[in-house]
């Protein structure tokens, strides 16, 4: 569900998480890094924004500075209207992060003594949320691993623990960093449908940072690929997904003429016969069938190329990619007051 | 906070902490053998060496000493230890995000911890009285009221060292260093130089209502008063140095490293 129908279902536009112009920078002998260079964020109430960046892109810094477990350099960060800074014991009654997957639970204890303990630090009795622990342990597939020792679960067990310790704490705000590491094709699915129903019917806004480029497109509203501490790209899924595919042309010809010569101005990728080639927008398109007709080549047939979004954060990420992730966003939210470009040069 | 959170966080600590000593109870119990068997070479050992009657007169003190030693151990260890233990496991940032706040997740744990402490530090006062034929007075209140304050001191430093834990993670030989300090303090002659030390003083009021039975209103109040501020100096320093550190580690960004 696009996150402006879950709003008109919620009935509610609160925000959850506003993080503005965040900046974090490491001082240390070797000088400073700065580890995230002015990010803005917002999740609202229904809503699942998508965090993807290449490793050391600065993702988890800033995850951790919205959770109060960093202290930014500069910047505010407000959660469910508590600055986690000024007021922790207010903001952690509103969230709750897995972050680093099933290292976030006591191996030593069983699943239910996990669900139990994680429940006793939100401030809710152990014996009290047996019936809760129930449901959580349903959703993610682990009720007759309830008496289990955690230690000997397998890595995807593991993991659906973390988040069952997540869900156990009843937060409208959640952090998923990688929750799909380690899980089979099918658990994958489960986590994809309980992200969607978490935002869909319990209205819980939800920030997803994981490298599976499937779950990000399957249950994400938004999507915010940093790069070096910057947003590199900030947009819709379904947006971000659209404007790639308009730039994106699979080509097969009856004679290619000169052509693997004459296209040096376009960005393409041959497969035998076939070219892949990516424009910049509409007018580029006509610009490369002229190209074509001066090559000589003859064009069998022409299609769009389906987004792949691992292509598309590729593409973003690396050095050329930024501009075309640029232009993409330009083009995407001229006149969209909602979202901001959040590019730096 | 309502008290009602508070009682269920305090239930939810005491609860794993109890789940976790019954679960490894050779592990539990290994430890409670070690400190007797300890509390053996010496009684023995220092019966062959200097002779029944010399152990015999310092025999109340040795076994209040390694009843408080054992103590320690809880008191000092878990805040310390504990850190290491949770950034190792990927937990302490989860501790750290309960809305509780970190420094009242560990001193819960740190007296959970000691309240099951004092159940095998019992044990064992039991243990080496039987052994040894002397039985000395255990005043409930009196002891208890003693031995909290007294603890207070390894816990203060627990907790300081805790907060050390946090930024450096592995420090565990600085732990030894302190253990010996405890030894070294509950070794001291009782004289008033020495009673700053942590476990000082507390050990000499408990050894002397032990040995005779004196109940808690029959210690000089300027005694009580001097071991409860300092016990409260002690706790006090090591929460101020406890969030200093963590301060330092979330601005340094290695909160939950390991």
Redesign the interface.
Known sequence: MAQTERKQATGTDDSLLRAAQVR?V?RGSAGEIT?VDGISLDVSSGEVVGLLGPNGAGKT?LI?CC?????PTDGEIIVNGADPFDS???A??S???M??GA????????VR?NL?????????????VDGQCDRVLRRVGLTEKADE?ARNLSRGMKQKLSLA?VLIRDTPLLFLDEPTLGLDVEAKEDLKDEITRLADEEHRGLVVCSHDMDTIRDVCDRVVIVNDGRVVTRNKMDALLDAFQTSAYRLEFAETGDVRSGLDSFRTEWHGERLDVTVPDNKALYNLMEQLRACDAVVDSIETVQPDLGEIFLEITDETGQTAGRQCERDIFDGDADYTAGVKS | ??A??????T???L??EI??FK??WINSLSGILTTYIMFLMLFFGGQAAVGDTAIDDSLAGIIVGFFLWSLSFSAFQTPATAVSDEAQ???L?????????LNR?MALKAVADLAIGAITSILLLVLMMVTSGTFLAFNVGTVSVLVVLTMCSALGLGLAFGGVAIIYKRISNVFLLVQFLFLGALAAPPDPQFHLLPLAFGNDLLRGAMETGTPLWEIPAADLVFLGTKAAVYLLVGFVVFSACV?KA????V??HY
Request: net charge positive.
């Open positions: 974090k490491y580890a810094t951790k959770l109060g477990i960093v202290s922790p014991r207010a952690y009654r969230v709750a992060a972050l680093e290292r976030n639970v006591y191996w030593r204890l069983t003594e139990r303990f994680f429940a006793g630090l939100q401030g809710r009795r152990p014996t009290k020792v310790c | 906070m309502k009602t959170a508070t009682w269920a966080l239930r939810a600590v609860g794993r789940a976790l679960r490894y496991w990927g937990t940032e989860q501790l750290y995000m309960s809305p509780f706040g997740v301060r979330k601005r340094d960004g909160l939950g």
